[in-house]
């Protein structure tokens, strides 16, 4: 059964500031750990791996290069994408792409996280 969405991150502390802004149950302090994960409403767990964990654990890892991963984040509505994205850029994150009404029939978001990962924000078109 699939368990688990891992995310390896250059620095712990600034992806959990950034993973903050989704409301993820995550410790205000992670303490210089290396792993840090949360269990979804999903059952799903959500984890965070330092590189330096990575070396540690495969000594020939290497940092990816490209569009690593991809995660999406469904919103309560088609508003809620865009202050979603609104309250993501005033974080001081970056956006990729600005909310639009795709023609999938989803209003629809791209930020990017502290290490390049694009996450995508949308919620079904009223």
């Given amino acids: 059964m699939f368990d688990m969405i891992g995310i390896v991150v250059a620095d712990m502390a600034k992806a959990l500031?950034?993973?903050r802004l989704f409301d993820l149950d995550l410790p205000?302090?992670?303490g210089g750990e290396d792993h840090v994960e949360t269990t979804?409403?999903?059952g799903m767990?959500?984890?965070w791996d330092s590189q330096a964990l990575m070396?540690?654990?495969q000594s020939d890892w290497q940092e990816p290069r490209g569009h690593r991963m991809g995660l999406a984040f469904k919103c309560a509505s088609p508003a809620a994408v865009d202050q979603l994205y609104a309250k993501i850029l005033a974080a001081?994150?970056?956006g990729s792409k600005d909310p639009w009404d795709a023609f999938w029939g989803q209003r629809?978001?791209?930020v990017l996280d502290p290490d390049g990962n694009l996450i995508d924000l949308f919620a079904p078109l009223d």
């Fill in 92 to 94: 001081g994150y970056r």
């Fill in 40 to 42: 979804l409403p999903n």
């Fill in 17 to 19: 500031d950034f993973y």
């Fill in 55 to 57: 070396k540690q654990l």
């Fill in 28 to 30: 205000s302090d992670p």
């Fill in 45 to 47: 767990r959500l984890a």
């Fill in 108 to 110: 629809y978001a791209v």
